[in-house]
């Protein structure tokens, strides 16, 4: 079945350096990737979008890569600030419609 | 713009009972997807509905149904509730057009089963 991971449940890091962050997907070729963000009792919220033939785009100090060859994403937030802690979700997407599968979340804190 | 609006934001029924929840989507959005979320399972698809008509389905019971109206907004019903399927559940909307588009979440209803 179609599934998709992320390689840490949580992560820790240092205020200013950058956090990395990774979905790896299976049995799955989505035809795009999109991350999003959730703090606690909140909805996800929309960080960025990759389609299978982009290598990578950006937004602010925000990152990501998407390697079909892999069948992996990487997200990178740099310069991070403890407001970057939440959990951050890997969601692929294949085809018409708007079967979203998530990955299972990277609780991320940025330690002051 | 308002966003997503789900209502109830907390419930809480007896198992054996069922329970409808409501979302009101952004307006001109016409996919409305709804996802339950739970610490074990994370979030998982469970339909989408684009103009009125179920496009994609995920893996749940027939016990877990859905609807949408001509004013884009849905519905969602849950029968014969269970202990297991106390949960956020999480209702978005896009403009569904295509593949390729951002969905916009709701705050979630919290339905507790007792």
């Known amino acids: 079945s179609q599934k998709i991971e992320q390689n840490s449940e949580a992560l820790n890091i240092q205020e200013g350096k950058t956090a990395t962050l990774t979905c790896n997907y299976t049995n799955y070729s989505p035809a795009y990737l999109q991350w999003y963000r959730q703090d606690p009792g909140r909805g996800p919220v929309f960080l960025l979008l990759?389609?299978?033939?982009?290598k990578e785009k950006r937004k602010e100090r925000l990152k990501v890569t998407f390697d079909t060859t892999l069948k992996q994403s990487l997200f990178h937030i740099t310069a991070s600030q403890p407001a970057d802690s939440a959990t951050y979700l890997c969601v692929a997407v294949g085809g018409y419609g708007q079967n979203f599968v998530f990955g299972p979340g990277t609780r991320l804190s940025v330690l002051p | 713009k308002a966003g997503v609006t789900q209502t109830p934001r907390y419930l809480i029924k007896t198992r054996g009972q069922q329970v409808t929840l409501s979302c009101s989507p952004i307006s001109g959005h016409r996919s409305v997807s709804w996802y339950q979320q739970t610490p074990g399972q994370g979030l998982q698809f469970l339909f989408e509905y684009f103009s009125e008509t179920q496009r994609n389905k995920g893996n749940f019971p027939g016990r877990f149904s859905g609807r949408q109206f001509s004013n884009s907004r849905s519905e969602m019903n849950v029968s014969t509730l269970e202990l297991g399927d106390s949960a956020l559940y999480l209702c978005?909307?896009?403009?569904?057009?295509?593949?390729?588009?951002?969905?916009?979440f709701g705050q979630g209803t919290r339905l507790t089963v007792v």
């Open positions: 978005a909307s896009s403009l569904g057009l295509e593949a390729a588009t951002e969905a916009f």
């Open positions: 990759i389609r299978e033939n982009e």
